[in-house]
């Protein structure tokens, strides 16, 4: 910044011996990207802070009014355009700058709302960033005739990002956003391959922070098969160009999880089943279980520490989010002791996960601490693990589990599976009180007290002990009660499943009774009571009957032999045939 403000001042140094008649040729210089950045980072951008941001812009221009001498009167305002014949100094363009700066930065401040803009205050917000995109517009104008060839560039990029800013914002025309933002993309693209290492360096991280809206406005057009997961990815960057993008998917989000959440009537804790009424409620747990997937899930392994420690962040603000609305509801609930008893078996679920979880989150802590625990600080000055700060991690994680048991331990009627909690809380507590004493006895040796160190490593020693000997127990009761429940399961399945298998079963049965393994077919035992599709354990498809039938023998009619019949002699029937008579010429030849 101070070898910027120097060159500024030569700047106006050199413009001052400058005649007049020469001036209105001169081509201004301003690294609009670097410019911009700098005063970003340094006045809140690096931590999200528009306010900030934007009061730096509201003193920079009041400066700049001054120091140009270009106020606006003094006890009546008086409008002072700029156009080009204005730009004499370099300063004017500066001031059309952060003026368009100013108006975007109210714009970001108002989207960064922690409960997000009603309805008059994104219209409000919309008409922040139509007059950015009209200073910018103007700038682009002024730097097209009184800038030199990168100044235009540069102008025309941020004058094309205000404007896909703009319409990105109103949900509309998002082929022209699309063009808007390419045509931004194109320029930095162009502008980094030239130029000192920070510029590259700047351009191609802008190029970067403008890849997500473009991908997001060719989703929207429907010309990408851009997934809803990949978005969220795309959403993981950071950037100040990014947080337009972010607010859209994070209401594109919120939205879809309203939709889903209207399904969700009930929550499922450790065999209990609570009904959730309030829609709010139902939004933050269903936020707070998807979070839950990216933890547990498949790809949970790749994740770094870091990573997953932003995510439990989240989840916790999603449960005491739900906490907060259930306990509202309390308060607001009617006499109704049944409606209260729901209330308050959700809450006391809601806060036992959420415990489950400060528990997972503080173990992760103590993962790390310990890779870096045996490490010698290297060149990049990484800060090395002590064994005091694992003892305070355990102690911190002896205080989870005594709260969680109880939780868990409070109320009537509990079931199996809170007092399964209640022991598994009861054994890390074991366990982690031996891991503390071992810590504590190691932050001893390192400070040369050798009694007290052995005397801890023993009391380690016998705390492990103590807690293998109970795991083991706790191992023989769950693996019985484990195949209890198994068993219990595969009789309930067995049950649900035994209309479809006896109709299958009745479907398998055949006529083609040829096996010898049958011992009998069902026509053969009608007059006992067996069932009538075979055991279980019977692999053999039962039959109905032999087909084709055997052959049996069948009684014939007696055979006639007629012994007479060549022995009769029958009369002559010669005189009752008919005689033919014949001609005189047939005599002849008779």
């Known amino acids: 910044?101070?070898?910027?403000?120097?060159?500024?001042?030569?700047?106006?140094?050199?413009?001052?011996?400058?005649?007049?008649?020469?001036?209105?040729?001169?081509?201004?210089?301003?690294?609009?990207?670097?410019?911009?950045?700098?005063?970003?980072?340094?006045?809140?951008?690096?931590?999200?802070?528009?306010?900030?941001?934007?009061?730096?812009?509201?003193?920079?221009?009041?400066?700049?009014?001054?120091?140009?001498?270009?106020?606006?009167?003094?006890?009546?305002?008086?409008?002072?355009?700029?156009?080009?014949?204005?730009?004499?100094?370099?300063?004017?363009?500066?001031?059309?700058?952060?003026?368009?700066?100013?108006?975007?930065?109210?714009?970001?401040?108002?989207?960064?709302?922690?409960?997000?803009?009603?309805?008059?205050?994104?219209?409000?917000?919309?008409?922040?960033?139509?007059?950015?995109?009209?200073?910018?517009?103007?700038?682009?104008?002024?730097?097209?005739?009184?800038?030199?060839?990168?100044?235009?560039?540069?102008?025309?990029?941020?004058?094309?990002?205000?404007?896909?800013?703009?319409?990105?914002?109103?949900?509309?025309?998002?082929?022209?956003?699309?063009?808007?933002?390419?045509?931004?993309?194109?320029?930095?693209?162009?502008?980094?391959?030239?130029?000192?290492?920070?510029?590259?360096?700047?351009?191609?991280?802008?190029?970067?922070?403008?890849?997500?809206?473009i991908r997001y406005c060719l989703h929207k057009i429907g010309e990408s098969n851009l997934q809803t997961s990949e978005l969220v990815s795309i959403g993981e960057i950071e950037g100040p160009a990014l947080d337009l993008f972010k607010a859209k998917l994070e209401a594109a989000m919120a939205e879809a999880r309203s939709q889903q959440a209207a399904s969700m009537t009930e929550f499922h804790w450790l065999g209990n089943r609570f009904p959730i009424s309030n829609a709010k409620t139902r939004v933050s747990i269903l936020k707070a279980q998807e979070l839950e997937k990216d933890i547990h899930g498949s790809a949970a392994d790749s994740l770094p520490a870091e990573k997953k420690l932003v995510l439990y962040d989240k989840i916790f603000a999603a449960y005491h989010e739900a906490r907060s609305c259930i306990r509202n509801d309390l308060v607001t609930a009617a006499n109704s002791e049944n409606v209260k008893?729901?209330?308050?078996?959700?809450?006391?679920?809601?806060?036992?996960?959420?415990?489950?979880?400060?528990?997972?989150?503080?173990?992760?802590?103590?993962?790390?601490?310990?890779?870096?625990?045996?490490?010698?600080?290297?060149?990049?000055?990484?800060?090395?693990?002590?064994?005091?700060?694992?003892?305070?991690?355990?102690?911190?994680l002896l205080q989870n589990t005594a709260d969680l048991s109880d939780l868990v331990s409070s109320g009537r009627d509990r079931k199996i599976e809170e007092v399964a909690l209640a022991e598994e809380c009861e054994l890390k507590s074991m366990v982690f009180r031996a891991e503390r004493c071992f810590y504590l006895a190691k932050s001893y040796s390192s400070a040369g007290k050798r009694t007290e160190a052995y005397a801890l490593y023993s009391r380690a020693r016998s705390l492990a002990d103590a807690a293998l000997m109970k795991l083991q127990s706790a191992n023989a009761a769950d693996l019985s009660r484990s195949n209890s429940c198994a068993e219990h399961a595969r009789g309930i399945m067995e049950e649900e499943k035994a209309p479809e298998n006896l109709s299958k079963k009745i479907s398998n049965i055949s006529l083609n009774g040829t096996d010898k393994k049958m011992e009998k077919l069902l026509m053969e035992k009608l007059d006992t009571y067996e069932s009538a599709v075979g055991e279980a354990n019977v692999k053999v498809v039962p039959r109905i009957e032999t087909f084709p039938p055997a052959f049996q023998p069948v009684a014939r009619n007696p055979i006639v032999l007629d012994l007479a019949y060549n022995l009769i002699e029958f009369p002559s029937l010669d005189s009752r045939m008919k005689k033919d008579k014949k001609g005189f010429i047939s005599r002849f030849w008779g």
Not at 56 to 73: D, M
Not at 130 to 139: D, E, I, P, Q, T
Not at 367 to 372: G, R
Not at 375 to 380: I, L, T, Y
């Open 341 to 396: 008893d729901e209330l308050s078996g959700l809450d006391k679920a809601v806060g036992a996960i959420l415990g489950q979880r400060t528990i997972e989150r503080n173990q992760l802590l103590v993962k790390i601490a310990k890779s870096k625990l045996n490490k010698v600080r290297d060149d990049k000055n990484e800060k090395v693990t002590k064994p005091e700060e694992l003892v305070r991690l355990y102690d911190l």
């Open 1 to 213: 910044m101070g070898k910027q403000k120097e060159s500024t001042a030569m700047e106006i140094e050199d413009q001052s011996s400058i005649p007049s008649d020469q001036i209105s040729n001169l081509k201004f210089s301003v690294n609009v990207l670097q410019l911009l950045k700098s005063a970003q980072m340094q006045h809140g951008l690096r931590f999200g802070d528009y306010a900030r941001y934007r009061r730096y812009c509201t003193a920079r221009l009041r400066r700049l009014y001054k120091s140009l001498k270009f106020t606006h009167g003094r006890l009546k305002y008086t409008k002072r355009s700029i156009s080009v014949t204005t730009v004499t100094e370099v300063r004017f363009l500066h001031l059309v700058l952060y003026t368009s700066e100013r108006a975007w930065s109210h714009a970001m401040e108002k989207k960064t709302l922690p409960d997000g803009p009603n309805a008059r205050q994104r219209s409000y917000l919309i008409g922040r960033l139509r007059k950015a995109v009209k200073w910018a517009s103007l700038f682009q104008e002024l730097c097209s005739i009184k800038g030199d060839s990168r100044t235009s560039l540069e102008a025309e990029a941020y004058a094309a990002y205000m404007k896909g800013s703009l319409l990105f914002e109103k949900d509309q025309n998002w082929d022209v956003a699309l063009k808007c933002f390419k045509s931004a993309r194109a320029v930095y693209e162009e502008l980094g391959k030239y130029g000192d290492l920070e510029n590259q360096v700047l351009c191609r991280e802008r190029v970067e922070e403008l890849e997500p809206s």
